[in-house]
C-alpha cells in the first residue's frame, strides 16, 4: 500500500466520524489526532495488515461507550470481507469477525 498523506488521513477520519455538524467533525477528529487521543490511520492500516490482508473497503472512528474505535472493513484474498475493530488510542485489536 502507498504511503497516504496526512489530508487524507485527516479527511477519511473526518468523514467516518460521527458528530451532528461538519466543522464540528472535523475539529473533533484533528484535536484528537493531534493529541494523541487516537493514532494516524497510516498506523492503524499497518495493524489491520497483520491480521487480515486485501483490500480496504471502509474505516470508521466511532465511540463505544467512552472508547475511540477503529471499525475497519476489509477484503482479502479470497474474496471475504472482515470486519476489524481496533482501538484507536493503542492499536489493539479488540475483534474480528467476518462480515
Known amino acids: 500500500m502507498g504511503r497516504l498523506t496526512p489530508l487524507f488521513l485527516i479527511s477519511t477520519i473526518v468523514l467516518a466520524f460521527?458528530?451532528?455538524r461538519a466543522d464540528e467533525d472535523h475539529d473533533k477528529a484533528y484535536q484528537?489526532?493531534?493529541s494523541g487521543e487516537v493514532l494516524p490511520l497510516e498506523e492503524i492500516l499497518k495493524i489491520s495488515s497483520?491480521?487480515?490482508q486485501g483490500k480496504i473497503l471502509e474505516v470508521e472512528?466511532?465511540?463505544e461507550d467512552k472508547q475511540l474505535i477503529y471499525e475497519l472493513e476489509i477484503l482479502d484474498n479470497k474474496g471475504i470481507?472482515?470486519?476489524l475493530k481496533v482501538d484507536?488510542?493503542?492499536g489493539t485489536l479488540i475483534r474480528k469477525d467476518q462480515d
Open 81 to 83: 470481507v472482515w470486519e
Open 88 to 90: 484507536a488510542k493503542t
Open 18 to 20: 460521527s458528530y451532528s
Open 61 to 63: 472512528l466511532e465511540q
Open 32 to 34: 484528537l489526532l493531534r
Open 50 to 52: 497483520k491480521h487480515v
